[in-house]
C-alpha cells in the first residue's frame, strides 16, 4: 500500500500525488499539509499513525508544535464530514496519535486510456460541452505527445468556462493523465500582486505528497521562484534563498519556463489559469513567453477568459490572445449560448424525462428564450423548479423570471433572509474564496454565528460552496467557502452601500493585519487595497510598501511602481512633517530604482525620483533611516558618471554612519567611498576605505545587507576594488591574492549577480596586470553568467574586457567587435560608470587594427569623459594611448607631451604600473624618461 498514490475509502477518492480528495464526485478542497497527513493515514489504514510519525513525514524535519498536526486534523475532519466526539474516519488515540477507521484501497490507473476517446460527462453536471470537450481533450493528447498546446477558454459571465475546464480536469484525474496546477487571478481593484496565480499553481504542486520531485526542479531551474514560496523552505534552505540577490524580470520569466518544461518531462502537465482577465501584467509576460517557445513540452496551459470585460481591454489580453493565434502559439475555444436540444437534455438529467406537468421537450425553448441559452442562468432557474412540486413545473411557471442574468440573481439576493443577506454581501468584501473569519470581521460579529449561516447556504447550493479549512498565522482557525460564480460576488458588492463597504474594508484589513503581524508581507497588496478601499490611506502605504518590495524582488517593476505611486498618493495624508517627508523619501528612491532598471540610468523618471529625494533629505537633516535613501542617490549620481555629487553622498553616508555607530551603515558607507575614491583615481584612499569595511565585515551578519545596497555583497566588491587598486599600484602579488580571496568568497555566495561582478573585476585587475588568459577566461564566464541572468551592466563591461582579450589573442576583428558593442550597450542603458575604462579598451583595439581615426576619436572622448566626469582612474593610460597615434602620426612633439602628461598624471594618483608603460612608451619614442 505504501507505494499507491491513489486511494478509495467510503464515499471518498483521494489522489496523493495531487492532494485533491473528492466526494461523490465532487472536489473538497484540502492545504497541501493536510493532505500529506491523509495520504500517511490512508496508507496505513486502521493502523496508528503515531503523532511522530506524521511530524517527520508531513514537516520533514521542520520545527512545529502539535498544534499544527492538530490544525490539520480539524481541517481532515471538517472535509470528510466527521466529528472528533464520534469519529466515523479519523479516530484520535489520546497522546499517541491518529487512525483511519475505514479502510482505503488502492484505486484504479487508466492512464493510458487517450482523453479524446473517454465517454462525455453527465449532462447533468455538464450541459451541451461535448464537442468542446473533445476539443480540451485532444489539446491535451497533443501535449502529451511534445506539442505545447495553449488554450484560451474564453465567453461572457455565466456560460461555462469555469465548469468546462473544471469536467476536463476531471477527465484528467480519472484518467490518471498527468499533473494539474490551478492558479486563480484576482479581481483586484488596486495594483495586485505580481506572479501570483503562478506562484499559488507552484506552491499546491510542490507542497503535494508527492511534489518533492516538484520542489527539487524548482530548487534547480528556477530558485528565483523558490524562494517566493517559503511554505515550502525547509530551516536550511532558508538562509541560502534570503541571500540570493534580486532577479531580473527576465531571468524570472526563463527560470519558470525552463522549470515547468522539466516538471512536464517527468508527467504531462497542465497548467489551469482562471479568469486570465484579470492577471497581473507580469503572469500574461511569462504566458507569452512561454507559448513562443518552438521547443518540445508535454505541457497544456487551459486559460479562462472574459473578452469584453473593462480588466481584458486594460492588459490588452485581446491582442495578446490575437497574437498568439496568428503564429499558431494557441487555440481559442469560444463558448456560445446553450441550443435547444442541450437545454432538453439538461432538464431531462435534471428533472426527469417527464420533467413534471409539462415535459422538458415543452419546457426547453421557453427556457431557451427566457434565459438566452447562459448556462449559469439557466442551472439557477433549474434549480428552483427542482425544489418545486413537479405539479407546478410549467412553462407559465418562467414567465416571471427575468430574461437578464444579473436581475434575476438580484431576486435571488432579495429573496434571502436578512442576516443571510448581510453576511454574503460583507463577504463580497474579501474575495471569491473567503475565510469566515474575515467574514466576521468585516460584520463586526460572531465567528460561530458566521459558520453556521456559511453552511447552512452551502447545503442548500445558494452562492456559496465550502472550499477547505485555514489557521491564520496567529493561530485564528477559519472556515474557507467560495462563492459558486464572481457574479454573485459583484452583485452582491455593487449593492453595498458606499460607507458600509468602506467600514467593511477597513474592518476586514485591521482583523488580516492583526493576523498576519509576523508575516505582513505575505499579503501585504491585499491590506493596502483594503485600507485604500477602507478610506484609510494612511495604513496603506505601509502596505503598499512592503508590496512594492516583494514585487521588485520579482523583478515585477510595473506593478512596484503602482504600488509605489499609489503610496505617494496618500503621502499628503501624514499629519506629521518628519515622517510625512521620511515616508515620501523612502518612496521616491524606490520609484527610482525601479525606473532605474526598467527605462535606464539616464531616464527623466530616475532623475525626477532621485532628485525629489535628495532634497527631501536636505530637510530632515541626519538620520539613520534616511541612510538607505542617500545611499541609493549615491548609486545613481555613480551610475551617471556625476563624480563630484557622489563624492559628496559618500561623505554625507559616512558622517550618518560615524554618528549613529552602525557596523552594517559604515561598510556600506566605506562601499560608497571606496568605489567613488578609486574612480577618482585616488588608489591609496580607495584602499583604505575598502579595508576598513573588510575588517568590520561578516558575511553572516551582513550578507543580507545586499538586497538594499545595490544588489551585491558587499564584502566581495571591497576586494574587487582592493584588487584593482593594487594592480593600477604596480602591487601585483597582492592583488592577486585579493582576486583569488574575492573569487572564492563570491563563488561560495549562490548569488549570480555579485559572481558576475566578480569575474569581471578580476578579469580587469587581470587585463592591467598583462595577464591576458586569466582577464580572456574571467571575462569570458562574467559575460556568460550576466547573458545568462540578463545583467546589463556586468554584461557590457565583461563584454569590452573581453574584446580587448580577443584582439590581444589575435582576433582583431571580433575583438573590435565586441569592444564597440560594450560602448555601446553603456550608451544605451545611460550608464558612465567605467565607461573612461572601456573607451580605452576600445581604443587600444582600434590602434592594433590600425584604425587610426577610429582610435583619436575614442581616446579623445575618454580624455573629455574623464575630465567631465571626474573618473580618472584610466586618465594615465588614455593619454599614453593617445602618445602611441600621434607618434604613429609622427608627431613626435605631440606624442612626447602626452607621454609625459600620462606619466605626470600615474605619478599623483600612485598608479606605478600605469607609469611604467607610459615611461616605457616615452623611451620607445627615443626620449629618456628622467
Avoid at 499553481?201 to 530558485?223: C, F, M, N, W, Y
Avoid at 498568439?324 to 502559439?329: I, N, P, Q, V
Avoid at 469560444?334 to 432538453?344: D, M, Q, T, V, Y
Avoid at 455593487?494 to 493585519?513: F, I, K, M, Q
Wanted: hydrophobic share 45%; net charge neutral.
Amino acid at each position: 500500500m505504501a507505494a499507491d498514490r491513489r486511494f478509495a475509502f467510503d464515499r471518498f477518492r483521494f489522489d496523493a500525488r495531487t492532494g485533491e480528495l473528492w466526494r461523490d464526485g465532487r472536489e473538497v478542497k484540502l492545504t497541501p499539509r493536510a493532505a500529506a497527513v491523509l495520504h500517511l493515514l490512508a496508507e496505513r489504514a486502521e493502523s496508528l499513525v503515531t503523532k511522530q510519525d506524521l511530524l517527520d513525514r508531513v514537516w520533514g524535519g521542520m520545527a512545529v508544535g502539535d498544534d499544527a498536526l492538530t490544525s490539520c486534523i480539524q481541517e481532515l475532519r471538517a472535509a470528510l464530514g466527521d466529528d472528533a466526539r464520534r469519529p466515523r474516519y479519523v479516530e484520535t488515540r489520546h497522546r499517541r496519535g491518529y487512525r483511519l477507521m475505514v479502510p482505503a484501497k488502492a484505486a484504479a490507473d487508466d492512464s493510458a486510456v487517450a482523453l479524446s476517446e473517454m465517454a462525455a460527462p453527465d449532462p447533468s453536471r455538464l450541459v451541451g460541452r461535448v464537442a468542446e470537450l473533445k476539443a480540451l481533450a485532444s489539446a491535451f493528447d497533443q501535449a502529451r505527445s511534445g506539442r505545447r498546446q495553449v488554450v484560451f477558454v474564453t465567453g461572457e459571465p455565466g456560460i461555462g468556462k469555469s465548469a468546462l475546464a473544471d469536467a476536463f480536469l476531471e477527465q484528467l484525474r480519472a484518467g490518471n493523465a498527468g499533473r494539474i496546477a490551478h492558479g486563480q487571478c484576482l479581481d483586484h481593484h488596486g495594483v495586485g500582486e505580481p506572479y501570483l496565480p503562478l506562484i499559488e499553481a507552484l506552491t499546491r504542486l510542490a507542497g503535494a505528497p508527492d511534489g518533492a520531485a516538484v520542489k527539487k526542479i524548482l530548487s534547480a531551474q528556477a530558485p528565483s521562484w523558490l524562494a517566493q514560496m517559503p511554505s515550502l523552505w525547509t530551516r536550511s534552505e532558508r538562509g541560502a534563498l534570503a541571500a540570493r540577490g534580486r532577479p531580473t524580470r527576465e531571468r524570472m520569466l526563463r527560470e519558470l519556463t525552463l522549470a515547468v518544461e522539466a516538471i512536464a518531462a517527468d508527467a504531462p502537465l497542465l497548467l489551469k489559469l482562471e479568469d486570465i482577465h484579470w492577471s497581473d501584467a507580469s503572469t500574461l509576460d511569462w504566458l507569452v513567453h512561454m507559448a513562443r517557445r518552438p521547443e518540445p513540452a508535454r505541457l497544456m496551459v487551459l486559460v479562462t477568459l472574459r473578452p469584453a470585460d473593462p480588466a481584458a481591454a486594460r492588459v490588452g489580453l485581446g491582442g495578446i490572445v490575437a497574437e498568439l493565434a496568428l503564429h499558431g502559439r494557441c487555440r481559442e475555444i469560444a463558448l456560445a449560448p446553450l441550443g435547444l436540444a442541450a437545454i432538453e437534455a439538461y432538464l431531462e438529467a435534471r428533472l426527469g424525462a417527464a420533467g413534471g406537468a409539462a415535459g422538458s421537450h415543452d419546457m426547453a425553448p421557453v427556457l431557451l428564450e427566457r434565459t438566452g441559452g447562459n448556462p449559469l442562468f439557466m442551472t439557477s432557474i433549474v434549480n428552483e423548479l427542482a425544489q418545486e412540486d413537479a405539479s407546478r413545473r410549467t412553462p407559465g411557471a418562467l414567465a416571471s423570471i427575468p430574461r437578464d442574468v444579473r436581475r434575476f440573481i438580484d431576486r435571488q439576493i432579495d429573496d434571502l433572509e436578512e442576516n443571510e443577506r448581510n453576511l454574503l454581501a460583507a463577504a463580497s468584501v474579501i474575495r471569491r474564496e473567503f475565510a469566515t473569519a474575515a467574514v466576521a470581521a468585516a460584520l463586526d460579529g460572531d465567528v460561530d454565528a458566521v459558520e453556521t449561516a456559511c453552511a447552512r447556504l452551502a447545503r442548500r447550493g445558494v452562492f456559496v460552496v465550502k472550499a477547505g479549512s485555514i489557521a491564520w498565522p496567529d493561530g485564528t482557525p477559519a472556515e474557507l467557502y467560495s462563492f459558486r460564480h464572481d457574479l454573485y460576488r459583484e452583485l452582491l458588492y455593487d449593492r453595498l452601500p458606499a460607507t458600509r463597504r468602506a467600514a467593511s474594508h477597513a474592518r476586514v484589513g485591521r482583523r488580516l493585519e492583526a493576523a498576519w503581524s509576523g508575516r505582513l508581507e505575505a499579503i501585504a497588496a491585499e491590506l493596502a487595497e483594503h485600507f485604500e478601499r477602507g478610506y484609510e490611506a494612511v495604513r496603506a502605504i505601509p502596505h503598499h510598501q512592503r508590496a512594492a518590495a516583494k514585487a521588485l524582488r520579482r523583478s515585477a517593476n510595473a506593478e512596484a511602481i503602482g504600488h509605489l505611486r499609489r503610496a505617494l498618493e496618500a503621502v499628503g495624508s501624514i499629519a506629521d512633517e518628519v515622517e510625512r517627508t521620511r515616508t515620501e523619501v523612502e518612496l521616491r528612491v524606490g520609484l527610482g530604482a525601479a525606473f532605474m532598471a526598467t527605462r535606464g540610468f539616464g531616464a527623466p523618471e530616475v532623475l525626477e525620483a532621485y532628485s525629489t529625494a535628495e532634497a527631501l533629505c536636505e530637510k530632515l537633516g541626519e538620520r539613520a533611516d534616511l541612510f538607505p535613501a542617500t545611499w541609493g542617490q549615491w548609486m545613481f549620481r555613480t551610475g551617471r558618471g556625476e563624480t563630484a555629487a557622489a563624492r559628496r553622498l559618500g561623505a554625507r553616508l559616512l558622517g550618518l554612519a560615524q554618528k549613529f555607530d552602525d557596523a552594517g551603515l559604515k561598510i556600506q558607507a566605506h562601499h560608497a567611498m571606496w568605489s567613488t575614491s578609486f574612480v577618482c583615481g585616488e588608489l591609496a584612499e580607495a584602499r583604505a576605505h575598502a579595508d576598513a569595511a573588510l575588517a568590520l565585515f561578516d558575511g553572516r551578519l551582513h550578507g543580507s545587507l545586499a538586497s538594499s545596497y545595490g544588489n551585491h555583497d558587499a564584502g566581495c566588491c571591497a576586494r574587487n576594488f582592493g584588487a584593482l587598486a593594487l594592480a593600477l599600484a604596480g602591487d601585483t602579488d597582492a592583488a592577486r591574492v585579493m582576486m583569488d580571496r574575492s573569487l572564492a568568497a563570491a563563488k561560495s555566495l549562490d548569488d549570480p549577480f555579485s559572481l558576475a561582478l566578480t569575474l569581471y573585476f578580476t578579469s580587469a585587475a587581470a587585463q592591467m596586470l598583462g595577464d591576458v588568459a586569466l582577464a580572456t577566461a574571467n571575462s569570458k564566464l562574467s559575460m556568460q553568467m550576466a547573458t545568462e541572468h540578463d545583467l546589463a551592466q556586468p554584461r557590457a563591461w565583461s563584454m569590452g574586457v573581453a574584446g580587448w582579450c580577443v584582439a590581444e589573442n589575435g582576433d582583431v576583428a571580433q575583438g573590435l567587435a565586441l569592444a564597440t558593442q560594450a560602448v555601446a550597450t553603456m550608451r544605451a542603458i545611460h550608464s558612465r560608470h567605467f565607461m573612461v575604462y572601456l573607451l580605452g579598451l576600445a581604443t587600444d583595439v582600434h590602434l592594433k587594427a590600425g584604425h587610426q581615426a577610429e582610435a583619436i576619436e575614442a581616446v579623445d572622448e575618454g580624455l573629455a569623459m574623464a575630465e567631465a566626469t571626474g573618473e580618472r582612474f584610466y586618465s594615465a593610460e588614455l593619454h599614453r594611448l593617445r602618445g602611441e597615434l600621434l607618434a604613429r602620426a609622427d608627431d613626435r612633439t605631440g606624442a612626447e607631451a602626452a607621454f609625459r602628461a600620462g606619466i605626470e598624471v600615474a605619478r599623483r594618483q600612485g598608479a606605478k604600473m600605469l607609469e611604467r608603460k607610459a615611461a616605457d612608451s616615452l623611451r620607445r619614442l627615443g626620449v629618456p624618461h628622467g
